[in-house]
Each structure stands twice: as structure tokens, then as C-alpha cells.
């Protein structure tokens, strides 16, 4: 079984954004992304998805490492002054290279 490195983005950021962000994703020339609901505990205190209005996501998006880097190196410029938003770059192994 071969298996190939892919970079892993993923973003953490208010569920506000999450049609933006899927524009900005498949933009970006990424061929897919999954989202999930998150909660937990950072700088802006306790984040959980209680009521709408402190929702947060996880976006994760599998893709090469120069679109990992391009895309989060513009949420970063675009998103990170205004909204609450973590991101993160991990190299993953996949299986089926073609997909991503």
C-alpha cells in the first residue's frame, strides 16, 4: 500500500463564516473540505455552541502544500483582525492521491 504526503489546513473560527469561508476554499482550488462543529476554550473564553451567536466550526481541507499555504496565508490577512480564527498546517499521508 502506497501512500502519498498532503499538507492538512485546518481552520477554527466562528460558524458565521462558514458560507464565506467555502467560497474562499473553493476558490482557493482545493478539491474539498469538511466541516464540523467545534467547541472548546481559548483567548476568547468558552466557545460552546450554546446559542448560535458562539458557535464555532472546524474546516478541514486536504490538499497540496502550496495550496495550504496560499490559502491560509489569506484567511490569515483577511480574517484574523476581525473574527476569531486559529489555523494550522499538518503534514498528512493519504491513500488516493487523485482526490486531493
Known amino acids: 500500500m502506497n501512500s502519498y504526503k498532503r499538507k492538512l ?18 476558490r482557493s482550488g482545493a478539491h474539498g473540505y469538511t ?22 466550526i472546524r474546516v478541514e481541507v486536504v490538499c497540496d502544500a502550496e495550496t495550504a499555504q496560499s490559502l491560509a496565508a489569506h484567511l490569515h490577512d483577511r480574517y484574523y483582525q476581525d473574527y476569531a480564527m486559529i489555523l494550522f498546517i ?7 492521491p487523485t482526490k486531493f
Open 90 to 96: 499538518a503534514e498528512v499521508e493519504v491513500l488516493r
Open 35 to 56: 466541516v464540523t462543529d467545534a467547541r472548546g476554550k481559548g483567548d476568547h473564553g468558552v466557545r460552546d455552541a450554546g446559542w448560535p451567536a458562539s458557535a464555532n
Open 9 to 26: 489546513l485546518t481552520i477554527v473560527t466562528e460558524a458565521a463564516l462558514e458560507t464565506t469561508l467555502i467560497r474562499e476554499i473553493d
